[in-house]
């Protein structure tokens, strides 16, 4: 069966899951593009900006570790609403507030993507609903559309934020009053989240009746039980790889362009329309290329090449060199996001999957939470300026070794050769 063939088989959960995913992602990217911009703005320094920003991810990742953790057992519908309402408390206080010890508050206890990508517990949860509904032997397929209407959702958001920022300015709106409109969007947009969660039905919760009735009662930590040691040994190595990737954020990069080159937001926009459009593709390419080396490898032998092409934008001399050397990257770079989390569902019990995909992506956060403090030190240094860039680069490879040693041998279920393993979709 092909990936066309999969979607058609997709439930109405399962379509829901889908439409969530682009209606969050749009908003992330609908934001990402003007957030550092609108920020400065409201009157922040660069090292102020980082600084939010860390504690951005911060909050992001301790809310999302408790809600994540405990969604297996008080419900997923529950906790994906109780994330929505923290997205839009972190909208309303961006927009109404320019004090920065409440942007800090919000930013702690909110949920806000100064990436554009995943931020919250959204992704955990429907990860774990969506490997419930599907087989086995379709997971990375269905993980690949996922990823590819995401990174579409995040392009057409990051388009029309650049360019509704450009359209207000022009009708004679100031740079802070274009910016605050787009934030005001965003919390708009976490309430049309919520309304569509609340269709899903009860298929998308656990089934209590689990195939490993021993396990029930098993000592948990963190929702976790039999996992642990390949759920943390993965987090350590994604904490390695995030911690890269918060060096060049989305909104980072933007404002990188911006001051580099002096780039408006409506061209911005532009840019990581293409990006996100190029990155989504990728993520789709990956389903076929896992299928015949294997999830592991195509995590891995795609990853290294983007991360090389990361370390040359700052070495480009014009701006259409620049993007062009982006969007090569960006074509390649999201190969490894739904192979790594069809692996994650692959490798753990199913009741463990919320917990299991919350811990990874949470301790991603962290990671990347500790980078933007670090990249506002240097935005804010012209010698430094392109030093972000390399530090991603680098210790993403580093990244991309260290999983290929200590992971190729681990096979997920349609890997291996037992043909009774791969059909069973209760199987670890």
Do not use: C
Not at 12 to 39: E, H, K, N, P, Q
Not at 88 to 107: R, Y
Not at 315 to 340: C, E, G, H, K
Request: no cysteine; charged share 15%.
């Amino acid at each position: 069966m092909n990936g066309k063939s999969a979607l058609r088989a997709l439930t109405r959960d399962g379509i829901l899951l889908f439409g969530t995913r682009i209606v969050r992602l749009f908003a992330y990217g609908f934001l990402s593009v003007v957030l550092v911009l609108y920020l400065a703005e409201l009157g922040l320094s660069e090292t102020e900006i980082g600084l939010l920003l860390t504690l951005t991810l911060i909050g992001d990742t301790a809310i999302s570790l408790g809600i994540t953790t405990h969604a297996d057992r008080i419900g997923r519908r529950k906790m994906l609403l109780l994330g929505t309402g923290l997205m839009i408390v972190a909208g309303l206080v961006f927009m109404v507030t320019k004090d920065f010890a409440l942007l800090i508050i919000a930013a702690i206890i909110g949920v806000i993507s100064p990436s554009g990508n995943e931020v919250g517990p959204f992704l955990s949860i429907e990860q774990a609903a969506l490997a419930q509904i599907v087989p086995n032997e379709q997971r990375t397929r269905i993980f690949a559309w996922y990823s590819l209407v995401g990174s579409f959702a995040t392009a057409l958001g990051a388009l029309a934020g650049g360019a509704l920022a450009e359209i207000l300015q022009k009708s004679g709106s100031t740079p802070l009053e274009s910016y605050r409109a787009i934030v005001m969007g965003y919390a708009v947009l976490g309430a049309a989240l919520a309304l569509l969660f609340t269709q899903l039905s009860p298929a998308v919760e656990v089934l209590r009746t689990t195939s490993l009735p021993q396990l029930s009662g098993a000592p948990r930590f963190l929702g976790l039980h039999r996992s642990r040691g390949v759920v943390f040994k993965l987090s350590a190595l994604f904490a390695l790889d995030a911690f890269g990737g918060g060096f060049i954020i989305q909104s980072i990069v933007a404002y990188w362009f911006h001051v580099r080159f002096g780039v408006d937001p409506a061209i911005l926009g532009g840019i990581f329309f293409g990006a996100n459009v190029l990155a989504g593709l990728s993520a789709l390419a990956a389903a076929e290329i896992a299928a015949r080396i294997g999830l592991i490898n195509t995590m891995v032998f795609t990853h290294i090449p983007s991360n090389l092409l990361i370390m040359l934008v700052p070495l480009m001399p014009t701006l259409p060199l620049a993007a062009l050397v982006l969007l090569l990257r960006f074509s390649i770079s999201q190969m490894d996001v739904p192979t790594r989390q069809s692996y994650t569902m692959a490798v753990v019990s199913p009741d463990e999957r919320s917990a299991a995909a919350g811990v990874t992506n949470i301790i991603r956060s962290v990671g990347a939470s500790l980078s933007p403090t670090l990249t506002g030190l240097l935005l804010s240094s012209p010698a430094l300026l392109g030093l972000p860039f390399f530090l991603a680069g680098g210790l993403k490879i580093v990244y991309d070794m260290m999983l290929y040693l200590n992971f190729r041998m681990v096979k997920p279920p349609e890997e291996r050769k037992s043909p009774k393993r791969i059909t069973r979709t209760s199987d670890p």
